[in-house]
C-alpha cells in the first residue's frame, strides 16, 4: 500500500493505494486541474459548486470513455459474428456440394461403399461444425445486446450529467 501526500485546490491530502505512487500523483493532479479549471470558468465560485461541477465533469469523461470502450467492443463482436456466419455459410455450401456428389453417385448408378462412409463422416462433422457456429453466434449475438444494453445506459447517465453540468452552470 503507498501513502501518498497531495495538494488538491489548496489543500493537502494523504492517500493511500496499491497503485504506484506515480499514478496516485497524477490521479491527484488530474483532479486539481479539473477543480481550478472549473472554478476558473464560473462568475461566483461557491466550493460546493466547484466540487460537484469537477465531479461531473470527470464522471462525464469516464463514461465517454466507457462508451468508446463498448463501442469498440461492439463493433469487434460485430465482426467476429459476420466471420462466423461466413465460415457457416462456406461449410454448408460443402455440404451441399457433397450432397450433389452423393446424389450423381446414386444416378451413375453405384457407390463405392468406402467413398459413401468417407462422405458420410464428413458430412456429419460438418454438421456438427455448423450447430457449433451456430451456437457461437447466438452467443455473441446474446453478449451484443448486453453490450449494447450497457452503451445505451451509459449513454442516457451521460446525458443525465451533462444536463445537471448545465445546470449547476446557470445557477
Do not use: W
Not at 465482426?79 to 455440404?95: C, V
Amino acid at each position: 500500500m503507498n501513502k501518498v501526500t497531495v495538494h488538491i485546490f489548496g489543500r493537502e491530502y494523504s492517500l493511500m493505494s496499491d497503485k504506484s505512487k506515480e499514478f496516485i500523483i497524477r490521479v491527484a493532479s488530474y483532479v486539481d486541474d479539473e477543480i481550478n479549471k472549473v472554478a476558473s470558468e464560473l462568475k461566483n465560485p461557491v466550493r460546493d459548486d466547484i466540487l460537484i461541477l469537477a465531479c461531473n465533469n470527470i464522471a462525464e469523461k469516464l463514461l465517454l470513455e466507457q462508451s468508446k470502450d463498448i463501442a469498440q467492443e461492439n463493433n469487434s463482436l460485430n465482426k467476429t459474428i459476420e466471420n462466423l456466419q461466413r465460415e457457416n455459410a462456406s461449410l454448408m455450401l460443402e455440404l451441399e456440394q457433397k450432397d450433389v456428389r452423393l446424389k450423381s453417385y446414386e444416378m451413375s448408378g453405384g457407390i463405392d461403399p468406402q467413398e459413401l462412409a468417407k462422405i458420410e463422416k464428413e458430412k456429419a462433422q460438418q454438421r456438427e461444425t455448423v450447430k457449433k457456429l451456430n451456437d457461437q453466434i447466438e452467443k455473441y449475438k446474446i453478449l451484443n445486446d448486453e453490450i449494447q444494453s450497457k452503451f445505451y445506459e451509459l449513454q442516457m447517465k451521460l446525458a443525465k450529467l451533462e444536463q445537471e453540468n448545465e445546470d449547476l452552470k446557470n445557477n
